[in-house]
């Protein structure tokens, strides 16, 4: 038997950008529903996204979910930028005129999300599974699931959104020949832990070291999180916590600072990855965050980009639903990609700059150099970094 029902917009995927889209929806009275094929205990621990560009900040306050970010959140005014065994520190607030960025973690951010989207009574699926999207032809798509108890819903929406993340199903539900990708793939990933231990400086420290990139950041007073370049094909088991705290070490260390270690409560490698798909709509059914778009996290930008796009899809969504104006829907992907694609180039930037290729040759590890000297030297260099890093486009919600 399947279960009939009805709804403004159905969300695929309870990630920030679902969770987001659904609250900012609500706030202009738009009803939805959200699917998600993981547990609410798995979406709420899984270890991501750190940092929170200046407008990304502002806009969770001024939506109503800032109370516990203003409360834990670190607010930091640069970062150290590292190379050839000395550290050189980047004062985002003097570049920028006053632009900072935050850490305060994804998974904080999704407990907030669901905490107060549960609160106000909404509809939220979790443990979902053979998600399917359909009559995408339509001004009446539908969104198939089967929830946890095994009955499979059948709901009529007015727009349905993507926000499934990069393995998600409704990318590939757009029209053959529709979407065109463009990808890079690097030869290197990042092995992340999560280690008990104060952060051993006060702002990140991003190091290119010849044994490879490390970086330092954080996510309490009393948590570090670190990353370390490895081999695209490497195992984890070959990484016992002795060797990590130890070429850590060897990456970060410079005279006069110690990398402290303290127990590690996590650790996995993950693939570095550019992938845009073009374009992010199809009629009714929207992609959002890592569903259209994924960067490697050497900017930090997949999770602000995700939000940035609910930001635009909520507002596009009640202009057609409410007040029948498909302007907004029909500029949404060119107006989501132009700061996507921004993104894509500084975080492509920052990557190629501070890690080791093991495919260059001294040509290419002497341009590298040369380019953090320049960005360490010039304020007009420095600037470059500072307001792509901090979020060169602005986020508005009135
Ligand atoms: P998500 O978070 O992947 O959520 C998608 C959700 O959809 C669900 N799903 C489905 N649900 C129902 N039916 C289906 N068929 C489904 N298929 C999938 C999934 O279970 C999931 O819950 O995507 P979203 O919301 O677009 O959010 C994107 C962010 O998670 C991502 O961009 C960031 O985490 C990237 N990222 C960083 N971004 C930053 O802005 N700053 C950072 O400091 C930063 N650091 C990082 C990162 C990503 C990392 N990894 C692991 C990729 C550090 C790392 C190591
Ligand atoms: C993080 O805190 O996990 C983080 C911060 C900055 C990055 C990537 C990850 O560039």
Same mark, same amino acid.
Not at 50 to 68: D, I, K, N, S
Not at 267 to 295: E, N, Q, T, W
Not at 342 to 349: G, I, L, Q
């Given at each position: 038997?399947?279960?009939?029902?009805?709804?403004?917009?159905?969300?695929?995927?309870?990630?920030?950008?679902?969770?987001?889209?659904? +609250?900012?929806?609500?706030?202009?009275?738009?009803?939805?529903?959200? %699917?998600?094929?993981?547990?609410?205990?798995?979406?709420?621990?899984?270890?991501?996204?750190?940092? =929170?560009?200046?407008?990304?900040?502002?806009?969770?306050?001024?939506?109503?979910?800032?109370?516990? !970010?203003?409360?834990?959140?670190?607010?930091?005014?640069?970062?150290?930028?590292?190379?050839?065994?000395?550290?050189? +520190?980047?004062?985002?607030?003097?570049?920028?005129?006053?632009?900072?960025?935050?850490?305060?973690?994804?998974?904080?951010?999704?407990?907030?999300?669901?905490?107060? &989207?549960?609160?106000?009574?909404?509809?939220?699926?979790?443990?979902?599974? #053979?998600?399917? %999207?359909?009559?995408?032809?339509?001004?009446?798509? %539908?969104?198939?699931?089967?929830?946890?108890?095994?009955?499979?819903?059948?709901?009529?929406?007015?727009?349905?959104?993507?926000? #499934?993340?990069?393995?998600?199903?409704?990318?590939?539900?757009?029209?053959?020949?529709?979407?065109?990708?463009?990808?890079?793939?690097?030869?290197?990933?990042?092995?992340?832990?999560?280690?008990?231990?104060?952060?051993?400086?006060?702002?990140?420290?991003?190091?290119?070291?010849?044994?490879?990139?490390?970086?330092?950041? !954080?996510?309490?007073?009393?948590?570090?999180?670190?990353?370390?370049?490895?081999?695209?094909?490497?195992?984890?088991?070959?990484?016992?916590?002795?060797?990590?705290?130890?070429?850590?070490?060897?990456?970060?260390?410079?005279?006069?600072?110690?990398?402290?270690?303290?127990?590690?409560?996590?650790?996995?490698?993950?693939?570095?990855?550019?992938?845009?798909?073009?374009?992010?709509?199809?009629? &009714?059914?929207? /992609?959002?965050?890592?569903?259209?778009?994924?960067?490697?996290?050497?900017?930090?930008?997949?999770?602000?980009?995700? /939000?940035?796009?609910?930001?635009?899809?909520?507002?596009? /969504?009640?202009? =057609?639903?409410?007040?029948?104006?498909?302007?907004?829907?029909?500029?949404?992907?060119?107006?989501?990609?132009?700061? %996507?694609?921004?993104?894509?180039?500084?975080?492509?930037?920052?990557?190629?700059? /501070?890690?080791? #290729?093991? +495919?260059?040759?001294?040509?290419?590890?002497?341009?590298?150099?040369?380019?953090?000297?320049?960005?360490?030297?010039?304020?007009?260099?420095?600037?470059?970094?500072?307001?792509?890093?901090?979020?060169?486009?602005?986020?508005?919600? #009135?």
């Amino acid at each position: 038997m399947t279960v009939s029902s009805r709804t403004q917009v159905g969300i695929v995927g309870a990630g920030p950008a679902g969770l987001l889209l659904s +609250h900012l929806l609500a706030l202009r009275g738009i009803d939805s529903i959200v %699917v998600e094929n993981r547990s609410r205990a798995y979406c709420e621990a899984r270890q991501r996204a750190g940092l =929170l560009e200046a407008g990304t900040t502002e806009l969770l306050r001024t939506v109503g979910l800032g109370a516990r !970010m203003d409360a834990e959140g670190l607010e930091h005014g640069g970062i150290y930028l590292q190379f050839e065994g000395e550290r050189h +520190h980047l004062d985002f607030r003097d570049l920028t005129g006053g632009r900072w960025v935050t850490i305060y973690a994804q998974t904080e951010i999704v407990k907030d999300l669901i905490q107060a &989207r549960l609160a106000a009574g909404a509809a939220i699926e979790f443990e979902v599974s #053979d998600t399917e %999207v359909g009559a995408l032809d339509t001004d009446q798509p %539908v969104l198939r699931f089967t929830d946890s108890a095994g009955t499979r819903h059948e709901v009529t929406c007015d727009a349905i959104a993507g926000c #499934d993340g990069f393995h998600g199903i409704c990318r590939d539900s757009m029209p053959a020949g529709l979407v065109q990708v463009a990808e890079r793939a690097y030869p290197y990933s990042w092995l992340g832990i999560l280690a008990t231990v104060p952060p051993s400086s006060d702002e990140l420290v991003y190091s290119r070291h010849e044994k490879g990139f490390a970086l330092l950041t !954080m996510r309490t007073p009393q948590v570090s999180r670190l990353y370390l370049q490895v081999p695209a094909d490497e195992r984890i088991e070959r990484w016992s916590d002795d060797r990590i705290w130890a070429e850590l070490r060897h990456r970060l260390t410079v005279p006069g600072w110690e990398l402290k270690d303290g127990p590690i409560t996590e650790k996995a490698i993950s693939p570095m990855r550019s992938f845009v798909a073009s374009p992010m709509r199809y009629r &009714r059914l929207f /992609l959002a965050g890592d569903a259209a778009h994924i960067v490697p996290p050497t900017g930090a930008k997949g999770l602000n980009l995700a /939000l940035a796009d609910v930001t635009a899809l909520a507002k596009a /969504l009640t202009s =057609l639903l409410s007040g029948g104006q498909a302007q907004a829907a029909d500029a949404y992907s060119d107006t989501c990609l132009r700061r %996507v694609w921004r993104a894509t180039h500084f975080s492509w930037w920052m990557t190629s700059m /501070l890690h080791v #290729d093991p +495919h260059a040759d001294q040509f290419g590890a002497t341009l590298q150099l040369s380019q953090l000297r320049y960005v360490t030297s010039s304020r007009a260099a420095a600037t470059t970094l500072a307001e792509n890093y901090t979020g060169y486009f602005a986020l508005t919600w #009135d």
